[in-house]
């Protein structure tokens, strides 16, 4: 699975922008594409990808932050990715498909308690810190059980 990030480090360069129309052309041309809001404290892929509903909250009430907090509530994976993605409707005549992996429900209250509530540098600093285990299974999730070709990653 090909898996590309896209970052900077400073908001409004159109990032998010990006990753939307690569995640629509790459469908376009026949590939399974997951694309997984990274931006945690500026989520807004949901926005360019369409998913939101006509209240402009995210059409799904979980994601990223929520996969995270449930680990680390139970101390094991959560059984299904699919609680925690929305299909995104895609052009006619495309033959690709995309999955969105949103922030989560921001601007939501919880989600921002969720999101306060980790502890970053445990995760990766610390001895035998879950973080890159954790992410690399998603990773691996990602590809085997949505079956994606392109990984495209909104940090």
Do not use: C
Request: cysteine-free; overall charge neutral; aromatic content about 10%.
């Amino acid at each position: 699975m090909l898996t590309i990030t896209f970052y900077s480090y400073k908001g409004g360069t159109g990032r998010t922008l990006v990753v939307a129309n690569v995640a629509r052309y790459l469908a376009m041309f026949g590939q399974r594409v997951v694309a997984v809001d990274f931006d945690l404290e500026a989520p807004g892929l949901h926005y360019k990808l369409n998913v939101a509903d006509t209240s402009g909250s995210s059409a799904t009430r979980r994601g990223v932050i929520d996969f995270i907090h449930s680990y680390h509530q139970e101390q094991k994976l959560p059984a299904n990715l699919s609680d925690y993605t929305v299909k995104v409707p895609v052009s006619a005549g495309s033959t690709g498909s995309i999955q969105l992996m949103p922030a989560g429900a921001a601007p939501s209250s919880e989600y921002w308690q969720k999101l306060s509530q980790i502890n970053w540098h445990e995760y990766f600093y610390s001895p035998g810190g879950p973080g890159i285990p954790l992410f690399l299974e998603l990773k691996a999730r990602i590809e085997s059980e949505l079956k994606a070709d392109v990984l495209l990653i909104d940090s």
